[in-house]
C-alpha cells in the first residue's frame, strides 16, 4: 500500500459537520503531524448507498475532489438483533432527533429480553483526486438497555458495553477510542498514515 501525502501540506479533510464526530476523530488523530479539517460548512453529500461502506466511499470520495485534499469519512450504524438489524444505515434518520430515536428503540424492544445489538463503523480514505486508498472496520458488541444511562449523543446513552461495564455514553473517550467501533476502524487508518508520513 502506498500513500504520499504532501509533507508541505499535510492536511486531512473530516468528511462530516458532526461536531461530536470531529472531536472525536481529532483525538484519535493528534498523534500525527497534520492538520486536521471538517468539510466546508454548507456541503452535505447525500448518503444514498446501501451499505455502511458504500455511504462512507461516497462521502470521502466527493470531498475529496470538491476541496483537493485528503480526506476521510465514515459511515456508522446500531445494528440490533431482535428487530432485524435496525436501525442500520438508517440510524441517523430513524427519528427526527435523538430523545426520538432513542424512544423509538424502546418501544420496538418492549417486553423483549433478546437485546444485543452492535455499534458498526466503516472508514474509507480518499486521495485528493478521489481515489479510495485505504478502507476498514470496526464493531463494538453490546446490548441495548431498557432506560437510558449517561447523556451522549444518538444511542449512546442506551448502548451497555459489558467489556466497559458502562454504556457508550458514559465512557471516557480513551476508553470509546480503545473499544468503541470507531476507534477500532480508526487505528488501521493512522498506521497508515504513520507510514506516509514517517
Given at each position: 500500500m502506498?500513500?504520499?501525502?504532501?509533507?508541505?501540506?499535510?492536511?486531512?479533510?473530516?468528511?462530516t459537520?458532526?461536531?461530536?464526530?470531529?472531536?472525536?476523530?481529532?483525538?484519535?488523530?493528534?498523534?500525527?503531524?497534520?492538520?486536521?479539517?471538517?468539510?466546508?460548512?454548507?456541503?452535505?453529500?447525500?448518503?444514498?448507498?446501501?451499505?455502511?461502506?458504500?455511504?462512507?466511499?461516497?462521502?470521502?470520495?466527493?470531498?475529496?475532489?470538491?476541496?483537493?485534499?485528503?480526506?476521510?469519512?465514515?459511515?456508522?450504524?446500531?445494528?440490533?438483533d431482535?428487530?432485524?438489524g435496525?436501525?442500520?444505515?438508517?440510524?441517523?434518520?430513524?427519528?427526527?432527533?435523538?430523545?426520538?430515536?432513542?424512544?423509538?428503540?424502546?418501544?420496538?424492544?418492549?417486553?423483549?429480553?433478546?437485546?444485543?445489538?452492535?455499534?458498526?463503523?466503516?472508514?474509507?480514505?480518499?486521495?485528493?483526486?478521489?481515489?479510495?486508498?485505504?478502507?476498514?472496520?470496526?464493531?463494538?458488541?453490546?446490548?441495548?438497555?431498557?432506560?437510558?444511562?449517561?447523556?451522549?449523543?444518538?444511542?449512546?446513552?442506551?448502548?451497555?458495553?459489558?467489556?466497559?461495564?458502562?454504556?457508550?455514553?458514559?465512557?471516557?473517550?480513551h476508553?470509546?477510542?480503545?473499544?468503541?467501533?470507531?476507534?477500532?476502524?480508526?487505528?488501521?487508518?493512522?498506521?497508515?498514515?504513520?507510514?506516509?508520513?514517517?
Open positions: 502506498f500513500i504520499k501525502m504532501n509533507q508541505n501540506n499535510k492536511i486531512l479533510m473530516l468528511a459537520g458532526n461536531s461530536h464526530k470531529v472531536k472525536e476523530l481529532k483525538k484519535v488523530f493528534r498523534e500525527l503531524d497534520i492538520e486536521i479539517c471538517c468539510q466546508p460548512e454548507g456541503l452535505n453529500v447525500e448518503e444514498s448507498g446501501s451499505t455502511y461502506l458504500e455511504n462512507a466511499r461516497m462521502k470521502a470520495i466527493t470531498v475529496a475532489k470538491l476541496t483537493g485534499y485528503w480526506t476521510l469519512a465514515d459511515d456508522s450504524g446500531l445494528e440490533i431482535a428487530i432485524g435496525a436501525p442500520g444505515i438508517y440510524s441517523a434518520r430513524y427519528a427526527p432527533d435523538d430523545n426520538q430515536k432513542i424512544n423509538r428503540i424502546l418501544n420496538e424492544l418492549k417486553g423483549n429480553y433478546y437485546r444485543s445489538a452492535s455499534f458498526n463503523t466503516f472508514i474509507s480514505l480518499a486521495n485528493p483526486i478521489g481515489q479510495t486508498i485505504v478502507e476498514s472496520q470496526g464493531i463494538c458488541k453490546g446490548e441495548i438497555l431498557e432506560a437510558p444511562s449517561g447523556v451522549g449523543p444518538g444511542y449512546d446513552s442506551i448502548f451497555w458495553v459489558k467489556e466497559a461495564g458502562m454504556t457508550y455514553a458514559r465512557m471516557p473517550e476508553v470509546k477510542n480503545k473499544i468503541g467501533s470507531r476507534g477500532k476502524a480508526t487505528k488501521a487508518i493512522v498506521r497508515n498514515l504513520k507510514c506516509c508520513l514517517s
